[in-house]
């Protein structure tokens, strides 16, 4: 069982940056992979980023591919996501999720046994 816990959301003005983080209970973190994913209201749920293994492998939905990084440190159980350069359009709930399996990208929501809560992001003009 792996348990999540976001932070690091908050208001924020268009052009600015948050750093989100998402602690993580269990020993075999680094072996997990990580994802991050928002949900805006009405719509669904989407894919921003994830990371396989240590962190090397990284993928990005292309709405924040250059604006937004995922990174891990396993020392501390603990992922982040980076985003610079936020955009009215990235006002959503935030969510961190973990799998144990590694193979492939994970994208797609059903691809995760655990979800954090989820933290609010809201960028405003």
């Known amino acids: 069982q792996v348990q999540l816990v976001e932070s690091g959301g908050g208001l924020v003005q268009a052009g600015g940056s948050l750093r989100l983080s998402c602690a993580a209970s269990?020993?075999?973190?680094?072996?997990?992979?990580m994802g991050w994913f928002r949900q805006a209201p009405g719509k669904e749920r989407e894919f921003v980023a994830t990371?396989?293994?240590?962190?090397?492998?990284?993928c990005y939905a292309d709405s924040v591919k250059g604006r937004f990084t995922i990174s891990r440190d396993n020392a501390k159980n603990t992922a982040y996501l980076q985003m610079n350069s936020l955009k009215l359009e990235d006002t959503a709930v935030y969510y961190c999720a973990a799998d144990s399996r590694t193979t492939a990208w994970r994208t797609a929501p059903y691809e995760y046994a655990y979800w954090g809560q989820g933290t609010q992001v809201t960028v405003s003009s």
């Open positions: 990371s396989r293994w240590s962190g090397g492998s990284t």
């Open positions: 269990g020993r075999t973190f680094s072996s997990y992979t």
